[in-house]
């Protein structure tokens, strides 16, 4: 666990409001969908490789393992979202900065932590949480794929009732004013609109890139 979350104290757990069933039961079909995919997948993978030459077969079990990889990092994401017991802005700031160390740190970019500290105690609803994951997730994905950077600037924080967060690069940037949806921002921006959410980018060909969005954390959160 990163330094900068230890002094963060998990507080007792805050009940949620029952129309939030609706939301957990989405997610639910959600991990049964994308399993039952991954797991065809797999199957398929596998057949296809039984008959392989050894270099075939191999290959084929690099891909299996990247496909159960990623079905086990879908279904813990799923799980967390679903669990009451992490239905708090802390909780979300704890699994956010895990998956950013986890996955920079496996694709050997230097990752640098900027995380805020006393934490509203307010517990936060299944579907911002999801959202604002996938959200990070495809913020940071984009960056390995497409900045070329050697670092990668994560920084997490609040104003108020609002979620900030800061996704930086020292890539090689692009011209976002002639590219406004370029490297998948405009899904980006969808994804946080759903959750009232908004976006900006600030890049430039050879100077880097740098993704900021917030979004209320809470019901009534303001814009």
Request: neutral net charge.
């Amino acid at each position: 666990m990163s330094t900068a979350l230890e002094s963060l104290r998990e507080p007792s757990h805050f009940p949620l409001e029952q129309s939030n069933e609706g939301e957990r039961l989405r997610i639910a079909r959600d991990l049964h969908d994308y399993l039952g995919a991954s797991l065809t997948e797999i199957g398929m993978l596998a057949d296809r490789g039984a008959g392989d030459s050894e270099a075939g077969a191999a290959k084929q079990c690099r891909k299996i393992r990247e496909q159960v990889n990623a079905a086990l990092s879908e279904l813990d994401a799923l799980v967390w979202a679903v669990d009451p017991q992490q239905d708090t802005a802390i909780s979300l700031v704890r699994y956010l900065v895990s998956f950013v160390e986890e996955f920079l740190g496996a694709s050997g970019l230097e990752c640098r932590l900027e995380v805020g500290r006393e934490w509203p105690k307010k517990a936060v609803e299944p579907n911002v949480r999801r959202n604002i994951y996938l959200a990070v997730r495809e913020a940071i994905h984009n960056a390995v794929r497409h900045a070329n950077a050697t670092r990668i600037i994560f920084g997490i924080d609040h104003a108020g009732p609002r979620l900030c967060i800061k996704v930086e690069d020292n890539g090689h940037g692009f011209d976002a004013r002639a590219r406004p949806g370029g490297h998948g921002l405009a899904n980006l921006r969808a994804r946080l609109s759903l959750i009232g959410g908004r976006c900006q980018v600030t890049s430039t060909p050879g100077r880097g890139t740098a993704l900021f969005f917030s979004t209320p954390l809470f019901r009534g959160g303001g814009s």
